[in-house]
Nanobody, 123 residues
Framework: DVQLVESGGDSVEAGGSLRLSCAASGYSVSTGCMAWFRQKSGKEREGVATFVGFGTAFSADSVKGRFTISKDNDKNILLLQMNNLNPEDSAMYYC??????????????????WGQGTQVTVS
């Protein structure tokens, strides 16, 4: 079974930074389709960042230039470096994988396995 465990969420002041981690078991971070999503209170879950074709990082417009997705293949971990955080970034952040073959796009329907989430609060 695939298991995803997120960590790194915290409460920070505006302008601060955090690094989120997603440890995967039963799934290869180096070759799989993985992404970060977030869900703000009372809102729908939205895509933050993923790797599209040929391993190119893709991120949502709202986080471009501030958030960076990366992988640690040796540790089988997906990472999200978040800089210059603002209160609009406050949300539960989720790691997700696509368990089947197909294109890797930053849409909710692409992903079918989810972690439990890690809370980020920016004040």
């Amino acid at each position: 079974d695939v298991q995803l465990v997120e960590s790194g969420g915290d409460s920070v002041e505006a302008g601060g930074s955090l690094r989120l981690s997603c440890a995967a078991s039963g799934y290869s971070v180096s070759t799989g389709c993985m992404a970060w999503f977030r869900q703000k209170s009372g809102k729908e879950r939205e895509g933050v960042a993923t790797f599209v074709g040929f391993g190119t990082a893709f991120s949502a417009d709202s986080v471009k230039g501030r958030f960076t997705i990366s992988k640690d293949n040796d540790k089988n971990i997906l990472l999200l470096q978040m800089n210059n955080l603002n209160p609009e970034d406050s949300a539960m952040y989720y790691c997700a994988v696509r368990g089947s073959r197909g294109a890797c796009t930053l849409t909710l329907s692409t992903f079918d396995i989810w972690g439990q989430g890690t809370q980020v609060t920016v004040s």
